[in-house]
Each structure stands twice: as C-alpha cells, then as structure tokens.
C-alpha cells in the first residue's frame, strides 16, 4: 500500500486528493474529491497523466494564432506536441474551431484554432 | 457592428471597456430589455485581456465546458454580434462626470462627448510594474511584468527571454512560467515574498510541478543586475516581517524577470468623476446593483475588484447591466441602508453596502490563510449565519448568500468575520 496527495487541476477549487495504491501502483481508492471528475483524475493522473496543450501557431504572414488541442494528450507527449505546433505555418485567415491537425501524435486530439489573428 | 450616425450624442446605456466585464454587461442589459447600447473599447478588437489568456481553464461555472481564454472571450462576442449591441474600438474615454457626460477620442471622431442614462465602469486592471516594487539594482532590459511577456508571446510571437526568474506567484506569473517553459526557456525559480501563493493550487500544480520548476515561498528579488541586458538577479529570503535576511541571499543568472507581483483595478476615470473608491479594493464603493455612490454609475470586474476567474466577472457583469436598466427606467426601489463591515481576517465585501432587501450574494477575500476556521455573520452580538470553511486563502475569492431574512431588522450594520475553532 502507497500513499500519494495530488492537487486536481479540473477545476478552480483544486481539491487535495489523498490516492491509496495497491503494490502494482493501480489506485485503489480517492479521498478528498469534491466530485466525481476529481476521482477519475486522481486515477488516470497515478497511472497515465493526460494534458491539454494550448499555445500559438506561426501564421504565412508571421503573426501568430492561438491553438489547443480538443482533448488532453499523454503528459509525456506535450513537448513533443510543441515541436509539431512550433513546425506548423498556417493561413492567417484560420477561424475559430478549425483543424489543423487530426490526430496529433496518433493520439484522439486534434489541434484546433481557438482564437482570431489578433 | 451597429452603424453609429455621428449625430448621435445620447444612449441609454454607454460601457467603458469591451472585455468579459463590458460585454457580459452589455449583454445582460440587452437581455433586460435595453437596446440603446454603446460598448467603448480601446483596442483594437473586443475580449479585453482575455485574447492573450491563451491556457484553458476558463468557462466551467458560466458554460459548463472548459475554455481557453479567446473562445470564451469569442462566445461573449458572437453575442454581442447577435443582438446588434453598437461598439466602436480604438476608442479611448477620457473622462466622464457625475452628470454622466462622457468624453471619449478616436481617429475617426476626434474628441466628442455623449450623454449617458447609465455609465457602466468596466475598464478592468492593470499590473503593479517594477517602478511600484522598489527593487534595487539596475535598470537593464529584460523586466517586464508576466501580462506584458504573455502579451509579447501569444500575440505577438516573440520569446522576451531564454533564462527567466518570476517574482510573484500569482496566477498570470505561473501561467508564464508553464508558457514559457513550453516555448523553449528555462525557469529557473519562482520567488513570492508571501508565506503562501497568490495563484490557484491547480496552477501551482500543473504550471509548475509538472515542470520541476522551483517554488521559493517567504523569498523575494532584493538586487537587479546588468548594464544593457538582465544577467542575474539576487534574491533572499524574508523574515515574518517581511525584510530580506541578506545572509541568505544567493545569486541566479538570468536574462529575463518576469513580475507578477499583483493586480491594481484601473481607476483613473472613476477617481476623476470624484466617485468614492474602496481602500482595500481600489475600486469603487458599491450597491447590492454595483451602483457607486454616484447615482447612475455602475462598475462590474476587475476595476471593481480583481476577480480570480472570468466566470465571477460575468457573474458580476451580469448584475450590473440588468442594475443599469432598472437604474434607467426609475425601478431602483431602494428599501434599505445596510453597512457590510469587516474584521480584518475578512479583508473586504463586493458589495460594500446593500440598499435593497433581497438575497444577496457577497464576495471577500480573506487577509491569511486560515484552517478550520468558521465563517461568521453578525448583526451586533447576533450570530446570522455561520458555516465552517476548510480552509481559506487570499488567493481564493469567497463567496457567502446574505438572505432577505438576514438582512431584515434593526440596524444598519452587518460584520463579516473568520473564528478560529
């Protein structure tokens, strides 16, 4: 039995969660979630932490965009997600919900524009 | 865009400042039934601040669905596309007065002057610069505080360091120190001269922690070193009052200091109407409406007082257009003069006074961090309400419901105070 204390990074509230996991490091119960999403987090951050990435994409014209991608992606790949956004050039005239790419990494998140050319 | 006629000179409602505040306010009023609207805006696009908060996180009270800054900014603004709402941008007010004349200028117009039924503040805040911190040492490039970097960075696409030190943890400094991070640089540290941070525990954990990046509490930046360019930055602990210990300090090179050492509500308009502000708050003093003391001058967001996320200013923004409305059409009905006092681990209320008697809900900010501690209420000796709070933390805006019930009877005075178990 191990113990691990997590912050939930769901919400603005950012319950501290108490993870009892068993020998093979499978999380056996959550204390602390002030709802459900905190307990599925404290889960899948002990056995494969997931992140959103948001940053900016470089335009033809060399302003940039902001992007997301539409799900979080294994936290391992987020470096290697910035390298694809960093390598992008995009038209300036992208809207808002575009895809600019689909299955970023072979994961199920797809990059999208979240915002205008400011 | 509404078209304006350039005879124009009277509206029922004029906002300053198209951000989340002036445009969930702007809404609310059209919601209301208003349609004689005017958004003034200074730069040049509406979504204020919000078009540069590139991270997610916002929109989960007020949609239900995480949001990055510009969609929840873009969904405010197809609103307010939606129901027509007029705005002009790159227009800058200058002054209003207690008349509600307001004197704005823009390319287009030069200096003009409209007469509003209702003004509605809502110009948001600005950061507290180094030239407020009283940091010794040279003065190199390479300062800026952290919403100016985010600026630079998800705006306009340039890296302002490599090598960066943050002072202050508060929740826009974390958030650039993930951002910059991210982009290639190197956060060395993350200094806050307060015991605890001023930022949300979810950013501490996933801005920082998943970076390594290290957190140093009870520390600050006492010395500026480089000729053109920052090459390092001195820093030392502090003791409880706050004073550097210099056997402590140690030096850490750095190109770059970011500083997010706090957040001052933008006034000047509000100061030169001669419009009370709050000490605590430099905002205005308010209403239950978020009317100020002079009548028919609204403020809602963070130039009332800083908010933590986007979803309470709309909250707020909300209940200052529908006030507005109210407020122009002779509907006020004030039935109440009811003081909200603090006790000092309360260090203020939005609203400050409640002039109707209906549920009304307060927010505060505590002075410390504070465990186990109740929450209480008081008319007098008269405990009103008391609800125990886990924890408490100036970081995190609090809010409690005063019912109608407990703002009726004798007196004119309520105190909202911390006791500790």
């Known amino acids: 039995m191990k113990e691990r204390i997590l912050t939930c990074i769901i919400c603005p509230r950012g319950c501290t969660l108490r993870v009892t996991l068993d020998e093979a490091g499978v999380p056996t119960s959550v204390e602390g979630n002030a709802c459900p999403r905190g307990k599925t987090y404290a889960e899948t951050e002990c056995t494969a932490p997931m992140r959103t990435v948001t940053s900016t994409v470089r335009c033809t014209d060399g302003s940039v965009i902001p992007v997301k991608t539409d799900r979080a992606i294994p936290k391992r790949l987020v470096f290697d997600c910035m390298k694809e956004i960093n390598l992008l050039r995009v038209s300036p005239e992208c809207a808002v919900g575009d895809i600019l790419i689909e299955h970023i990494l072979g994961t199920d998140a797809s990059l999208v524009v979240t915002g205008k050319k400011p | ?126 950061e507290r610069p180094r030239g407020a911190l009283n940091i010794a040492g040279t003065r190199p490039a390479g300062i800026y505080t952290a919403g100016t970097a985010q600026k630079y960075v998800n705006m306009k696409g340039y890296m302002p360091g490599r090598e960066v030190v943050i002072l202050g943890s508060g929740d826009i400094g974390l958030i650039m120190a993930r951002r910059m991070t991210l982009e290639g640089a190197s956060v060395k540290a993350v200094c806050e001269l307060m015991p605890y941070s001023g930022g949300l525990a979810r950013n501490i954990e996933q801005c920082l922690n998943d970076f390594d990046i290290p957190l140093y509490l009870s520390t600050t930046v006492v010395e500026i070193h480089g000729k053109e360019r920052v090459e390092a930055v001195t820093v030392a602990e502090v003791d409880e009052r706050r004073r550097p210990k210099l056997e402590t300090a140690r030096t850490i090179p750095c190109d770059t200091l970011l500083l997010s050492c706090g957040l001052i509500p933008e006034n000047e308009l509000t100061k030169d109407a001669g419009i009370p502000l709050d000490a605590i708050t430099n905002g205005a003093v308010v209403n239950g409406d978020r009317e100020t003391d002079v009548e028919g001058i609204f403020a809602c967001g963070n130039v009332l007082h800083v908010h933590d996320l986007v979803d309470y200013v709309s909250e707020e923004a909300v209940i200052a257009g529908t006030s507005a409305v109210r407020y122009i059409r002779g509907e006020s009905g004030r039935d109440a003069d009811i003081a909200l006092k603090t006790d000092g681990r309360v260090r203020y209320t939005v609203p400050q006074r409640i002039t109707s008697l209906k549920d009304t809900v307060v927010y505060f900010r505590v002075a410390d961090v504070y465990k186990d501690a109740y929450l209480v209420v008081k008319r007098g000796e008269e405990v009103l309400y008391k609800r125990k709070k886990q924890k408490l933390a100036p970081g995190e805006m609090e809010t409690v419901k005063l019912t109608e019930e407990m703002l009726k009877g004798d007196g004119g005075e309520l105190r909202l105070s911390i006791e500790m178990a």
């Open chain 2, 1 to 126: 865009m509404a078209y304006l006629s350039d005879e124009k000179i009277s509206f029922g409602i004029v906002i300053v400042g198209g951000g989340p505040a002036g445009m969930a306010a702007a809404v609310a009023a059209y919601d209301a039934g208003e349609r004689d609207i005017l958004i003034l805006e200074r730069d040049n696009a509406l979504g204020g601040i919000l078009r540069q908060c590139i991270h997610n996180g916002f929109g989960l009270h007020r949609f239900g669905e995480e949001l990055t800054g510009p969609e929840y900014a873009y969904k405010y603004e197809r609103m307010v596309e939606e129901r027509g709402i007029a705005y002009m941008l790159d227009t800058m007010v200058i002054g209003i007065d207690k008349e509600r004349n307001l004197t704005a200028v823009n390319r287009d117009r030069g200096i003009f002057t409209i007469k509003c039924g209702a003004i509605i503040l809502a110009m948001g805040c600005r």
